[in-house]
C-alpha cells in the first residue's frame, strides 16, 4: 500500500491531502473485512498513512484589503458588496451567489447563509446546501456593508422594474434579468 502511495504521489501527480483520503478508505473497507471476519488480520495497522505538508496560510493586511474593495467599489455596488462578503465573513463563491434577500435583515444586519450555488453541466446553476454542515451560519453584518447592501437592493429594484422580463429567484447576486449569476 505504501507503493501504491509513492505512485499515486510521485507518479500520477496527486496531492498529499488526496493519497491520504485514498489511505482512509482503504482502512475504513480493510478494518470492516476484519471486523466481519473476511480477512484473518487487520492489513492497515502497520500501513503508514502518507504525510500531509502543513499548509501556511498567508493573512491578507488591512491595506490589501482595502486596495481590494477599492478596485471592487469601482466595478459597481454588485461586485463590491460580494467581495466584501468574502474577504471580511469567508464567504465562498457559491455561497455569495446563492444568497437570498430573505437570509438578510436589513434592519438588525443579521445574515445568514443557507444555501449555495452550483454549476452543474447540462443543467446551469441550482441553489443546494452549502458544502459543509458547519457552512450553515449566521453573522452580524457592519454598518458600512449593510449601507452596501440597501444601495445594492435599490439598484436591483430599478433594474427589476426596467427588464423586460424578469425572473425573480430572490438572489442578492443575480444577473441583470434576476436569473443566478
Known amino acids: 500500500f505504501e507503493a501504491l502511495y509513492g ?14 483520503h485514498v489511505h482512509a478508505t482503504l482502512a ?3 478494518n470492516q473485512a476484519f471486523n466481519h471476519g473476511i480477512l484473518p ?28 474593495l ?8 454588485r461586485v463590491y458588496v460580494r467581495w466584501r462578503l468574502a474577504i471580511l465573513w469567508a464567504l465562498r463563491q457559491g455561497e455569495a451567489l446563492g444568497l437570498r434577500w430573505g437570509d438578510i435583515d436589513l434592519d438588525t444586519g443579521v445574515i445568514h447563509i443557507r444555501q449555495q450555488m452550483q454549476y452543474f ?4 446553476m441550482k441553489a443546494g446546501p452549502p458544502k459543509a ?9 457592519d454598518a458600512q456593508t449593510l449601507a452596501a447592501l ?4 435599490r439598484e436591483q429594484v430599478e433594474q427589476k422594474i426596467a427588464a423586460s422580463q424578469w425572473e425573480d429567484h430572490d438572489l442578492v447576486f ?8
Open 7 to 20: 505512485r499515486l504521489l510521485h507518479d500520477n501527480g496527486l496531492a498529499a491531502s488526496t493519497v491520504k
Open 28 to 30: 475504513s473497507a480493510l
Open 41 to 68: 488480520t487487520p492489513l492497515m495497522n502497520k500501513v503508514k498513512a502518507p504525510k500531509v505538508p502543513e499548509v501556511r496560510r498567508e493573512i491578507i493586511d488591512a491595506a490589501t484589503i482595502k486596495r481590494l
Open 70 to 77: 477599492g478596485e471592487a467599489k469601482d466595478r459597481g455596488t
Open 121 to 124: 453541466s447540462g443543467e446551469g
Open 133 to 141: 454542515d458547519s457552512s450553515v451560519r449566521r453573522f452580524n453584518a
Open 150 to 153: 440597501r444601495t445594492l437592493r
Open 174 to 181: 443575480c444577473t441583470d434579468n434576476g436569473r443566478p449569476i
